[in-house]
Antibody, heavy 118, light 110 residues
Framework: EVQLVESGGGLVQPGGSLRLSCVAS????????MQWVRQVPGKGLVWVSH????????GYADSVKGRFTISRDNAKNTLYLQMNSLRAEDTAVYYC???????????WGQGTLVTVSS | QSALTQPPSASGSPGQSVTISCTGS?????????VSWYQQHPGKAPKLMIY???KRPSGVPDRFSGSKSGNTASLTVSGLQAEDEADYYC??????????FGTGTKVTVL
């Protein structure tokens, strides 16, 4: 069974850092693109970042470019999102998802909540 | 990276059809056949319903169909059922190796 489990969320002060993890099971992580998407509770989905199978290609939304870094450790079946210089507007539930079909994501985790507040 | 435009809400009675539009630009929807649609129930993770404009993943009922014309993509749900009541989001690949989601549409089954 394909599973994605995010962790690492929590309360952080503005300007602080946090690293999210997404542990994959039930499939071979190294065969898939992966992405992070966020959602302010009660609001819409917002694409954050994606990474190709071996980590050599990444993409970022303008709102996080230069502050967030996506990476992966295929040997550990884990996807990461390093978030630096956090702002109040980064507060959201962060989902990781698997790119199982062309340009779309077929399995999603349950999300981890990041709250940026003093 | 402006969000794609969707109507805030749509509704229909059981058995009827509802169509949701998703309007972008020549830099995203209009330039790529990489439009996908996601269904999200309250408190749940999104679920992929359509990819590459018209394709359905295995397990998604054929009541769900997608199309595109110019800069606008559409999702049609035929034979509405109570469990189709949810939020729906379109998503398109865009230039410069990124993606953009739609603003979301709440579908209500009357």
């Amino acid at each position: 069974e394909v599973q994605l489990v995010e962790s690492g969320g929590g309360l952080v002060q503005p300007g602080g850092s946090l690293r999210l993890s997404c542990v994959a099971s039930g499939f071979t992580l190294s065969s898939y693109w992966m992405q992070w998407v966020r959602q302010v509770p009660g609001k819409g989905l917002v694409w954050v970042s994606h990474i190709n199978e071996d980590g050599s290609s990444t993409g970022y939304a303008d709102s996080v470019k230069g502050r967030f870094t996506i990476s992966r450790d295929n040997a550990k079946n884990t996807l990461y999102l390093q978030m630096n210089s956090l702002r109040a507007e980064d507060t959201a539930v962060y989902y990781c998802a698997r790119g199982g079909v062309p340009a779309a994501y077929d399995y999603w985790g349950q999300g981890t909540l990041v709250t940026v507040s003093s | 990276q402006s969000a794609l435009t969707q109507p805030p809400s749509a509704s229909g009675s059981p058995g009827q059809s509802v169509t949701i539009s998703c309007t972008g630009s020549s830099s995203d929807v209009g330039d790529y056949n990489y439009v996908s649609w996601y269904q999200q129930h309250p408190g749940k993770a999104p679920k992929l319903m359509i990819y590459e404009v018209t394709k359905r993943p295995s397990g998604v009922p054929d009541r769900f169909s997608g199309s595109k014309s110019g800069n606008t993509a559409s999702l049609t749900v035929s034979g509405l059922q109570a469990e189709d009541e949810a939020d729906y989001y379109c998503c398109s690949y865009a230039y410069s190796n990124n993606y953009v989601f739609g603003t979301g549409t709440k579908v209500t089954v009357l």
